[in-house]
T-cell receptor, first 113, second 112 residues
Framework: KNQVEQSPQSLIILEGKNCTLQ??????????LRWYKQDTGRGPVSLTI?????NTKSNGRYTATLDADTKQSSLHITASQLSDSASYIC????????????FGTGTRLKVLA | DAGITQSPRYKITETGRQVTLMCHQTWSHSYMFWYRQDLGHGLRLIYY???????DKGEVPDGYVVSRSKTENFPLTLESATRSQTSVYFCASRGTGDSPLHFGNGTRLTVT
């Protein structure tokens, strides 16, 4: 069964601290994996895309990793800010250029001052 | 302004009523999607469209109808609303290849 599982479900950290969010998937055939950020009351926004051949990719304070062998991805947030408070959703695409996506249920991150 | 807009943002309706949620995008993206988001579930695909006049069912299409007469618009209609359709509905569009989904800000629908 094609699935995307994220952990933890929720996380609370202090401003300035780092954190890592996990995504495990069992999707085949795999095309790519994206991390989206969803602020409260808004639609998700893409942070980064990981393809099969990529191990690490950074976007500012966000660094995504992908291990295609173990089918795991992580999103590391460095020096967290209050504006990082949001849900982070891992989305796996079945095959290139199609409509087929499997969404994780997200990790809800709260950054406290 | 370029983007994808949904209307209304909030809607309360009664069981059995017909409701239409609107979605408009200004990028001329071929692909458009309707998802619903519920606690404990990832976003679930209701319908998608690969181009004007081409639509197809997603994972949870029952009770919903879509149309796409123009590339930029993709309305979603609940023919006879039920309480189980209380949810947040997101419209999205996507360009070619592996470009990301661009989401609207959602419509929160409550069916009483």
């Amino acid at each position: 069964k094609n699935q995307v599982e994220q952990s933890p479900q929720s996380l609370i950290i202090l401003e300035g601290k780092n954190c890592t969010l996990q995504c495990n998937y069992t999707v085949s055939p795999f095309s790519n994996l994206r991390w989206y950020k969803q602020d409260t009351g808004r639609g998700p926004v893409s942070l980064t895309i990981m393809t099969f051949s990529e191990n690490t990719k950074s976007n500012g304070r966000y660094t995504a990793t992908l291990d295609a062998d173990t089918k795991q991805s992580s999103l590391h947030i460095t020096a967290s800010q209050l504006s990082d408070s949001a849900s982070y959703i891992c989305v796996v695409s079945f095959s290139s250029g199609t409509y087929k996506y499997i969404f994780g249920t997200g990790t809800r991150l709260k950054v406290l001052a | 302004d370029a983007g994808i807009t949904q209307s209304p943002r909030y809607k309360i309706t009664e069981t059995g009523r017909q409701v239409t949620l609107m979605c408009h995008q200004t990028w001329s993206h071929s692909y458009m999607f309707w998802y619903r988001q519920d606690l404990g579930h990832g976003l679930r695909l209701i319908y998608y469209s690969a181009a004007a006049d081409i639509t197809d069912k997603g994972e949870v299409p029952d009770g919903y109808v879509v149309s796409r007469s123009k590339t930029e618009n993709f309305p979603l209609t609940l023919e006879s609303a039920t309480r189980s359709q209380t949810s947040v509905y997101f419209c999205a569009s996507r360009g070619t290849g592996d470009s990301p989904l661009h989401f609207g800000n959602g419509t929160r629908l409550t069916v009483t």
